[in-house]
């Protein structure tokens, strides 16, 4: 496996709360992810940076934020979790096109 | 708006049938088509990309243009191919990737 990891590997907050994710990577690549992954629905991207301080919207932004202080780390913030928000996060990290995925966060949010 | 279609939630073949997972795309360039899998437990893996033209694991995919397609075919399916399959697109220079819905697939001994 590439090297990427998330943390934490789950969690259970309740709603109204913030919740921070981590991805970390040790590979240098220059693209970061963070994708939803729901059924019925697939993988979703939520965020993407481009390299250090650049970041952009994908399909689902509405509720999280990102921040991207360092290459190695891709942050995702969930401003004030909702039920909606129950899920399971993907963290990727991409170069040439292609993307590896890290062990993914399972989120509830009670 | 560039969309991926999986229009099977669920596919089962028995041991030693062909497989063939339906990709259709909606995207009026050129595309950069992919097939992901995730294995049970574990996370998920590139296994094709079109560009490649590789057989991956049995597996082959072809881009077909004039159907707006990306099919994942094997002919000849192991149980070890039990898993969920993601067909996704991105666009170049973009680096923004959409992906399908996903296909179970189910092979039975």
């Known amino acids: 496996d590439a090297g990427i990891t998330q943390s934490p590997r789950h969690k259970v907050t309740e709603t109204g709360t913030p919740v921070t994710l981590r991805c970390h990577q040790t590979?240098?690549?220059?693209?970061m992810y963070w994708y939803r992954q729901d059924p019925g629905h697939g993988l979703r991207l939520i965020h993407y940076?481009?390299?250090?301080?650049?970041?952009d919207k994908g399909e689902v932004s509405d509720g999280y934020s990102v921040s991207r202080s360092k290459t190695e780390d891709f942050l995702l913030t969930l401003e004030s979790a909702t039920s909606s928000q129950t899920s399971v996060y993907f963290c990727?990290?991409?170069?040439?096109?292609?993307?590896?995925f890290g062990p993914g966060t399972r989120l509830t949010v009670t | 708006a560039q969309r991926v279609t999986q229009p099977e939630k669920l596919l089962s073949v028995f041991k030693g049938a062909p497989v063939e997972l339906k990709c259709n795309y909606s995207y009026s360039g050129s595309p950069e088509l992919f097939w992901y899998v995730q294995y049970s437990r574990q996370r998920l893996q590139l296994l094709l990309r079109?560009?490649s033209r590789e057989s991956i694991k049995g597996f082959t995919a072809d881009l077909n243009k004039g159907e707006t397609s990306f099919h994942l075919k094997k002919p000849f399916a192991q149980e070890e191919d039990s898993a969920m399959y993601y067909c996704?697109?991105?666009?170049?220079?973009?680096?923004?990737?959409?992906f399908g819905t996903g296909t179970r697939l189910k092979v039975l001994a």
């Open positions: 590979e240098n690549h220059r693209y």
């Open positions: 079109h560009i």
């Open positions: 940076s481009y390299g250090v301080k650049d970041t």
């Open positions: 996704a697109l991105t666009t170049s220079g973009t680096y923004k990737y959409i």
């Open positions: 990727a990290i991409g170069q040439n096109y292609e993307q590896y």
